[in-house]
């Protein structure tokens, strides 16, 4: 999980598609698998299996400098996008993929109806 620029509600609906599919591109480029994706506005949560050989740091510095650059550069925005610097990432079993994924997958409709799991949303 992490968090647009002082969580400016920089995702659109369109920058989010676009932002969304260069996360997943790049999970993809660097060998780990994207389970579930999701967010609003101003934050978006992933799931992915991340080989051993790589590094979380290294697959979150990857993801967040190319979708940056390429909302910059996409003409979808008039105003600079830019993602904190920070991050959270946590491992969880093979129980709770299913869990976590669902919750991921449905994020917007658990922030309307202030479900969230509080375990699930560091920072907030």
């Given at each position: 999980m992490w968090a647009t620029w002082d969580r400016h509600p920089l995702l659109?609906?369109?920058m989010e598609?676009?932002?969304?599919?260069?996360?997943?591109?790049e999970c993809a480029k660097m060998g780990a698998e994207l389970i579930a994706i999701g967010g609003l506005p101003d934050h978006v949560h992933l799931l992915a299996r991340v080989p051993a050989a790589l590094s979380v740091a290294e697959l979150?510095?990857?993801?967040?400098?190319?979708?940056?650059h390429l909302a910059n550069h996409s003409g979808a925005t008039n105003s600079a996008f830019k993602w904190q610097g920070a991050y959270g990432a946590f491992t969880?079993?093979?129980?709770?993929?299913?869990?976590l994924s669902d919750y991921i997958?449905?994020?917007?409709?658990h922030h309307a109806d202030r479900t969230v799991y509080q375990e699930y949303e560091p920072g907030d």
């Open positions: 659109t609906p369109e598609v676009l932002v969304y599919s260069c996360i997943q591109a979150v510095k990857q993801v967040k400098g190319t979708s940056s969880v079993s093979k129980g709770s993929v299913k869990k997958a449905r994020q917007k409709q």
